[in-house]
């Protein structure tokens, strides 16, 4: 299993961002994949799970700004971010399964995300 992360880079306050990962291993239609972020100093936190049926489920704080999607046909899963703010400042990951499962999850080398003005 490959999970290649890519969209990163330095954005201002208010702008938007789409995260992509690749995902090599694994048929979206059968797997569950997260996106997560570590902001500098600070644990691995949970965002988005995006289960196998295409069901979402998002963390509440992230209602309206953050959402995770897939093209099944380029076996890729997305994250839109919007109306970002300096404390999304981070590196994102995708990874395999849910919140639960995160601390032990294949993740790709994650993209880094900075808000600034």
């Known amino acids: 299993v490959q999970l290649v992360e890519s969209g990163g880079g330095l954005v201002k306050p208010g702008e938007s961002l789409r995260l992509s990962c690749v995902v090599s291993g694994l048929t979206l239609t059968q797997s569950t994949l997260s996106w997560a972020r570590q902001a500098p100093g600070k644990g691995l936190e949970w965002l988005t799970t995006l289960y196998s049926d295409g069901t979402p489920s998002l963390k509440d704080s992230l209602m309206g700004r953050f959402e995770m999607f897939r093209n099944i046909a380029e076996n890729t899963v997305y994250l839109r971010m919007n109306n970002l703010q300096p404390e999304d400042t981070a590196v994102y990951y995708c990874?395999?399964?849910?919140?639960?499962?995160?601390?032990?999850?294949?993740r790709g080398q994650g993209t880094q995300v900075t808000v600034s003005s």
């Open positions: 990874a395999t399964g849910t919140a639960a499962t995160l601390h032990n999850s294949v």
